[in-house]
């Protein structure tokens, strides 16, 4: 018999510097390709999934902030920044046999369909893949919050984080060679240790919701599957 997904709905977190590859800023074209292979892969295995996609790798409202913008008008340009980069991740994604619709907090008809939850619902129902721009369509939030409140809202088992490092450690593995893995931790030990997984907002509705956060590397190749499967990869952070 072969092996099926241990996961249903889930929904992916990739931050915009995922995008960047080892480039200096923008999208590396191979890199959202390897992505999506991964995704596509899950996708073929029956897992529905969404992807709450960042901006980061274009603009972050803080930078804007800290040049003497308003907050709030640089914080709608990182929310437009995220809808580039959820173009072109749905783009490869078509090309690569996927079907994806992306959905934006902010309207935006002319160029993708506004947010509408029963549609997402119906969209991964069907097997598509829902990639959710905009954020949370408001200033002052993040992206990750996005994903805690898109996954509470679609019933995701599991947010998935994809970040560089492949998990939560008790020191930063790049600067403290002892530093060591947790395979799994509890919402309120992550707290208490102060291991900053995502910010205080996102972390908080996840909790509330017990929705589990698992933090694993999407540089490392298959994890995707291997956590849809299961197995341990990164770490997982529950309620
Ligand atoms: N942003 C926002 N509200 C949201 C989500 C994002 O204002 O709900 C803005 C904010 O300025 C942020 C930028 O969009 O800096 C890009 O998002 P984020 O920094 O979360 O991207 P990531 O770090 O995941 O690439």
């Known amino acids: 018999t072969i092996a099926q997904p241990a996961l ?3 929904l992916l977190k990739l931050s915009g510097e995922a995008l960047m590859g080892d480039d200096q800023f923008g999208i590396n074209r191979a890199t959202i390709v390897r992505m999506v292979e991964e995704i596509a892969e899950v996708t073929r295995m029956g897992v529905q999934v969404a992807v709450v996609i960042g901006g980061g790798n274009i603009f972050r409202g803080v930078a804007g902030g800290s040049v003497g913008m308003d907050r709030a008008t640089a914080d709608y340009m990182g929310m437009l920044a995220t809808v580039m980069n959820a173009l072109a ?3 490869a994604m078509d090309k690569q046999g996927l079907t994806a619709r992306v959905m934006s907090a902010i309207a935006i008809e002319q160029v993708v369909e506004p947010y509408v939850r029963p549609k997402a619902l119906q969209y991964l129902e069907e097997g598509k893949v829902v990639v959710f721009a905009a954020g ?3 200033p002052f939030f993040t992206t990750d919050t996005a994903a805690a409140l898109r996954g509470a809202e679609i019933g995701a088992e599991l947010v998935l984080k994809a970040t560089k490092v492949d998990g939560v450690y008790t020191a930063d593995p790049q600067k403290d060679p002892s530093a060591t893995r947790y395979a799994k ?3 309120d030990e992550a707290i208490t240790r102060n291991l900053g997984i995502m910010d205080a907002t996102a972390f908080a ?3 509330d919701q017990r929705l589990p956060i698992r933090v694993f590397s999407i540089v490392k ?3 995707l599957k ?3 499967m299961g197995e341990d990869e990164g770490t997982l ?3």
């Open 136 to 138: 949370t369509g408001n």
């Open 205 to 207: 509705l996840c909790r």
């Open 226 to 228: 291997r956590v849809v």
């Open 221 to 223: 190749s298959g994890a």
């Open 8 to 10: 249903k709905r889930i």
């Open 237 to 239: 952070v529950y309620a």
């Open 89 to 91: 991740l749905a783009d």
């Open 185 to 187: 931790l509890t919402f």
